[in-house]
């Protein structure tokens, strides 16, 4: 069965410090996967989304940028956290192929507090 | 307009009581729809997904899809304290396979 991780559960960081926060997938192979952020009271905003090794598609402008160094881990980095970085980060892996029809499955979440 | 429609809530019933929660929509590409659960301060997990109009069912759970009225709705029969939590749904539209999520409605099941 496939199951994907995240980590850190927690975290709490300060403005103008980096971040990096990973996600890995395990069961399967060459999987879409995702980054999602997820305000309080509001719904989910997709950040960036690859299809494979080295492909990253960013959707919003931002502080943030992924990378997708081998092809069951996804990583979400940013230089500088502004207070607006602070969320429910979650990561999220489709099957390959047509993603068009493939349900996402949502590993457990970060919790990002910036201070 | 957003894309997707949904109700924040929050919504409170009582015990064993049935449940519905809906989504509208305004694109006609959405095609494949979908339900997420999501517990506080948890990842969403996949409850229904569907592609067609009419209802799916499995366990207490139904899915409706009315594609004619861009509407989509889940029922919970026999309600249960243990779905509290904050319900999703979701669409994918076959010309942009982006999946679109609905803002939620919180879902509160009193014993």
């Known amino acids: 069965s496939q199951t994907i991780h995240q980590w850190p559960a927690t975290l709490v960081q300060p403005v103008g410090s980096p971040l990096s926060l990973e996600c890995t997938v395990e069961g399967t192979s060459n999987p879409n996967l995702y980054w999602y952020r997820q305000a309080a009271g509001r719904g989910l905003q997709l950040l960036f989304y690859?299809?494979?090794?080295?492909?990253i598609s960013s959707e919003v402008p931002q502080n943030l940028s992924a990378s997708r160094p081998q092809d069951r881990q996804f990583i979400l980095s940013s230089k500088k956290l502004l207070l607006s970085d602070s969320g429910f980060y979650l990561c999220?892996?489709?099957?390959?192929?047509?993603?068009?029809?493939?349900?996402?499955?949502f590993g457990p979440g970060t919790r990002l507090t910036v201070l | 307009q957003k894309e997707v429609e949904q109700d924040p809530g929050p919504l409170s019933v009582p015990e064993g009581a049935i449940v519905s929660l809906n989504c509208t929509y305004s694109n006609s590409a959405f095609q494949y729809f979908m339900w997420y659960r999501q517990y506080s301060r948890k990842g969403p997990e996949l409850l229904m997904y569907t592609y067609s109009s009419g209802n799916k069912e499995d366990g207490r759970f139904t899915a409706q899809v009315d594609k004619s009225s861009k509407y989509i709705s889940l029922f919970i029969r026999d309600s249960q304290p243990s779905d509290s939590a904050t319900y999703l749904c979701?669409?994918?539209?076959?010309?942009?396979?982006?999946?679109?999520f609905g803002q939620g409605t919180t879902l509160q099941v009193k014993p």
């Open positions: 979701a669409m994918i539209a076959s010309n942009t396979g982006k999946l679109i």
């Open positions: 690859s299809v494979g090794i080295g492909q």
């Open positions: 999220a892996w489709s099957r390959t192929g047509k993603s068009s029809y493939n349900e996402q499955f």
